[in-house]
């Protein structure tokens, strides 16, 4: 079965500092590849989001991330944090073979020191 | 345009009752999915209505059944509830299958406690 693993559950940094949080899938076919963001209080919403193509994507506020095939990774990063980047991050993948769902991680909880 | 709203926001269910949670799509959208994300959980995936009809479904028991009507706003429907039941219920809505390509749009969820 398909599945994400985020393997950070709690991230704290200071502000300014360089942000890299990981993920994994465990599915051999073509994968579609979510990074999604849930603010305090507020919905999810996406991040970036990687199909085909340049591996690395670039999303909104800084963000962007790498698709590693031979790794089955897909990290997030950003290369200086503000407080407001404080949140949680999701990892997800969607596959063809189950066109309709989008599998995610347990998330990734970031708390930005000011 | 509207995003997605989800009613009610919040609920208290007894162990063995029935809850029905309702969603209304944004604007112009036809695909609806419904999520439960457990505290400390990502979203797990309950399923999937287009057009009315169910199209994908996750690991959850035939208690959890939804429905999708005309205007494509849809209700989550939860029989016998358990205390695992317990969770924020998310539901998010795209136009076809651009969900795929471009994220779905998520509503703030219904949280969902049962005693």
């Known amino acids: 079965a398909q599945s994400v693993s985020q393997h950070n559950h709690h991230v704290i940094l200071s502000e300014a500092a360089s942000l890299e949080l990981g993920c994994n899938y465990s599915y051999g076919g073509t994968v579609n590849l979510f990074w999604y963001v849930q603010y305090p209080g507020q919905h999810l919403q996406l991040l970036l989001k990687y199909f085909s193509g340049d591996p690395l994507v670039k999303g909104i506020k800084g963000f962007e991330a790498e698709f590693i095939k031979s790794k089955f990774s897909f990290n997030l990063r950003k290369p200086s944090v503000q407080w407001s980047d404080t949140a949680e991050y999701f990892c997800a993948v969607n596959t063809y073979s189950s066109a309709s769902k989008i599998i995610f991680g347990s998330g990734t909880r970031l708390s930005i020191r000011p | 345009e509207t995003g997605v709203t989800q009613s009610p926001t919040h609920l208290i269910k007894t162990r063995g009752q029935q809850v029905t949670l309702r969603c209304s799509s944004q604007s112009g959208h036809n695909t609806v999915s419904w999520y439960q994300q457990a505290l400390g959980q990502g979203p797990q995936f309950i399923f999937q209505?287009?057009?009315?009809?169910?199209?994908g479904r996750g690991n959850f028991p035939p208690r959890f059944s939804g429905l999708q009507f005309p205007n494509y706003s849809s209700e989550l429907n939860v029989n016998a509830l358990e205390l695992d039941d317990s969770a924020l219920y998310l539901c998010?809505?795209?136009?076809?299958?651009?969900?795929?390509?471009?994220?779905?749009?998520f509503g703030s969820g219904t949280r969902l406690t049962v005693v």
């Open positions: 209505y287009y057009r009315e009809e169910e199209n």
């Open positions: 998010a809505s795209s136009r076809g299958t651009e969900g795929i390509k471009h994220g779905y749009t």
